[in-house]
């Protein structure tokens, strides 16, 4: 018995992602609840390859070259292309012009029925992915004490050994006061004595530390998900965004007038949108809502083209 490939797989995926992050078109893909297929660039100018049976519903790129052929081969095939932009940048006006079905991309700007802006990049973490990590680790982590605080820290997140030890302590006395624990997660350990003073300064209350090089999968996720807050220092703009996937209180160990570039634009979105607040003297919580633009983008493209 042979199955049509365009009703198995009607979502098409092209680009060309750099490093181990998955791109924003891959991103986009996993949540539209269907089957998807990549497709590697070169293949699509091959006409045997957009032969009626295998015609896509559907293509999502990203990149300059992926989305340009993209668009080519939707137009053979009757279909349409959305192009997913990775990092804010690119004026709203350009976004605009460009000749896709639709653009999805990191911007303050307002949408349109051809641009669809984000609030940052899109996140592969999910609601879903994390209630599955809180089942796969609330028997792990039962043994540590409420409140939980996963503190996530990034590329410059300290200036200084000094700056990293007062940080540590601050918020080693916030825990203390309520008898928690820590969860540290270091996503960038480049700085090795940076990382030490925090820990240093952090170890004064119940730690749990996983550095990045260790042996062990990342376990921020399951961190998260077992958690009561989260508090971030440094790192770019998708490390933020991936705290507050959580449905939880998601703090800045920074201060607000050292939020500079294109993160710290996004951070005072979310500080402005009640996402996100800067540390100060407390870890109390407040109600926010979930923070899922590839969910939300992925709903707008089910109901727009029936997928």
Known sequence: MTFSVTKLAPVWVVESALGP??????????????????????????????????????????????????LKAGRRAGCPVVWCVRHEGRSAPMLRSMP?????????????????????????????LLARARRAWQERLEHLPFPRVTVLVGENAFRTQEEALLQGK???????????SALLVVRDDSKPGLTEAFMMGLSETFLLVWRQGEPDEEPLLGFMACSDCVVVGGGESAMLVEACVADLPVFLMEREQDLRG??????????????????????????????????RVAGILKSRWAL
């Not at 891959?26 to 590697?40: D, E, H, T």
């Not at 295998?54 to 300059?64: D, K, Q």
């Not at 601050?170 to 928690?180: P, S, T, Y």
């Open 21 to 70: 992050d998955p791109g924003p078109a891959y991103v986009l893909a996993s949540r539209l609840g269907c089957l998807f297929r990549r497709v590697r660039m070169e293949m699509l100018a091959l006409d045997s390859f957009l032969e009626e049976r295998r015609e896509p519903g559907l293509i999502l790129a990203s990149g300059w070259r992926s989305g340009y052929a993209a």
């Open 100 to 128: 896709f079905d639709l653009v999805v991309a990191p911007s303050p700007a307002d949408s349109t029925a051809r641009f669809c802006p984000t609030l940052g990049p899109m996140s592969i973490v999910s609601p879903a």
């Open 170 to 180: 601050k918020l080693a006395g916030l825990i203390n006061r309520q008898g928690g």
């Open 262 to 295: 294109v993160r710290g634009r996004l951070a005072r979105r979310l500080i402005q949108d009640g996402h996100v607040r800067v540390l100060t003297d407390t870890l109390s919580p407040w109600p926010r809502e979930v923070l899922d633009e590839a969910g």
